[in-house]
């Protein structure tokens, strides 16, 4: 177990490192992330809808988005001179690698979601401080689960035609119920209610994340046969 | 007789059978009070539902089977099941706002069970989809499969998620803890034509396996 957790570190230190060196999918989720929101400003008529209203979709769809494109990011750099050959020859364990690049998936889904929180709280002034650390659970629980079946899609559509269309295609439907859930929490943590009044959907969410990072972890071996 | 032709014999005897649940529907099952004929519907739109359901499950069953066994028999026929409930999802899709708009007032609504056939004509879509863009066959019977057993495993958490959030879809009538509530001579006519319609899905089956043996298969 010690051993699969420090190959897993490795390969998320590894795709990290060439993130930040390069820092192309990283700048551009930043750059997607302020441009949805500044469009979901525009595309509201605050006399009609107040912010509060509309604010737990403009985050989670955001989020989401810019998830999508984190995603795409993973498994195109291994396609380069068939790195993903030599990671399969290397004595690392299918697992490993999985965890691996859903390490780093995470990580970069966590960095464009606090820029997004913070350019949030700035342009829909919504005092989501208050409650920062249910919603750092909520955002945490909603985001595993759907990054796992990501991770594992994603390791397929890079090496399929139209690869950056199918991963929506098929992706959207896997961000339904964590999606729902989040808006749900999210709505109520907002408008001050506690956390414990959300018990169902956060057992739904818990539920979600266990189900697929386990699923995703038997399947992965599956996607990379050759 | 080839299996092409077996499969067209029962498509074609299931297609007669339709005919026979529909004259037994509009002529010998009592007509619903509050909802009149617009229900005579829901001998097409249930059953429909059942089958693209049953699609759903076997090509979710056949990917994991396929996983274990890599026997190609099983991609194709799960390829040939994904296409028939694809069909069997339209029919079900285009059935269910032709009832609701005269009885809910509306063509759709964010309900449970229509969130999640629509999530399931997605998935096949989706699975589709992917099948058309993957050329090498060994790659793509693996990809495909991956695919099915992470959409069968979703759809009970679609069905939750969107259940805990709002429904207004009538409840289970047949499949429910106490006795099923509606009249016999319903219940019959809507037994008959579950049967019918898993005929039907066998039919197409069949055929579209068939076609796929040719090995060029997408």
């Given at each position: 177990m010690r051993e699969l957790l420090r190959h897993a570190w490795l390969i998320a230190r590894k795709d990290l490192q060439l993130e930040f060196r390069s820092r192309t999918a990283l700048a551009s989720a930043f750059v997607f992330t302020a441009l949805v929101l500044v469009i979901f400003e525009h595309g509201r008529d605050p006399t009609a809808v107040p912010t509060i209203d509309l604010a737990p979709s403009i985050l989670w769809v955001t989020f989401s988005f810019a998830a999508m494109l984190g995603l795409n990011r993973a498994f195109q750099a291994e396609l380069e001179n068939q790195a993903l050959d030599g990671l399969l020859l290397s004595p690392i364990s299918r697992t490993s690698l999985f965890w691996g690049k859903l390490g780093a998936n995470l990580v970069f889904v966590a960095l464009v979601q606090v820029v997004g929180v913070l350019l949030f709280i700035l342009f829909f002034?919504?005092?989501v401080w208050r409650v920062w650390l249910p919603f750092l659970l909520v955002c945490a629980l909603a985001t595993v689960g759907f990054i796992a079946v990501g991770t594992l899609f994603s390791a397929m559509v890079?090496?399929?035609?139209?690869a950056e269309l199918m991963l929506p295609v098929l992706l959207l439907p896997f961000l339904l119920p964590p999606l729902i859930a989040a808006v749900a929490i999210t709505v109520q943590l907002f408008a001050g209610?506690?956390?414990?009044?959300?018990g169902g959907w956060l057992r739904l969410l818990a539920g979600y994340d266990l189900a697929f990072v386990s699923l995703t972890t038997l399947l992965f071996p599956a996607t990379v046969t050759e | 007789m080839t299996l092409a032709q077996r499969g067209r014999w029962i498509t074609i005897g299931a297609l007669m059978l339709l005919a026979g649940i529909y004259v037994r529907a509009l002529r010998f099952t009592p007509v619903e009070?509050?909802?009149?004929?617009?229900?005579?519907i829901f001998y097409l739109h249930v059953p429909a539902a059942w089958s693209a359901m049953l699609s759903m499950g076997l090509v979710g069953l056949a990917s994991i089977l396929f996983l274990i066994m890599k026997d190609a028999r099983l991609d194709r026929f799960a390829a040939a099941s994904a296409e028939v409930g694809t069909v069997f999802c339209c029919v079900m899709l285009t059935t269910g706002p032709l009832w609701a708009?005269?009885?809910?007032?509306?063509?759709?609504?964010?309900?449970a069970r229509l969130t999640l056939t629509l999530m399931l004509f997605f998935l096949f879509i989706g699975y589709q989809v992917l099948r058309g863009a993957v050329t090498d066959p060994r790659l793509r019977a693996n990809y495909a499969a991956v695919v099915g057993i992470c959409g069968l495993i979703l759809l009970p958490f679609i069905h939750l998620s969107v259940y805990l959030f709002r429904t207004l879809h009538?409840?289970?009538?047949?499949?429910?803890?106490?006795?099923?509530?509606?009249?016999p001579e319903m219940l019959v006519t809507l037994l008959l034509s579950f049967g019918v319609f898993t005929l039907l899905y066998v039919g197409f089956v069949m055929q579209r396996y068939a076609l796929g043996e040719g090995g060029s298969d997408a």
């Open positions: 002034n919504v005092p890079v090496r399929t035609r139209f209610r506690p956390l414990s009044e959300s | 009070l509050t909802q009149g004929p617009a229900q005579k708009r005269p009885i809910w007032g509306t063509w759709w609504t964010w309900d009538p409840m289970p009538i047949v499949l429910k803890p106490s006795a099923p509530s509606l009249p």
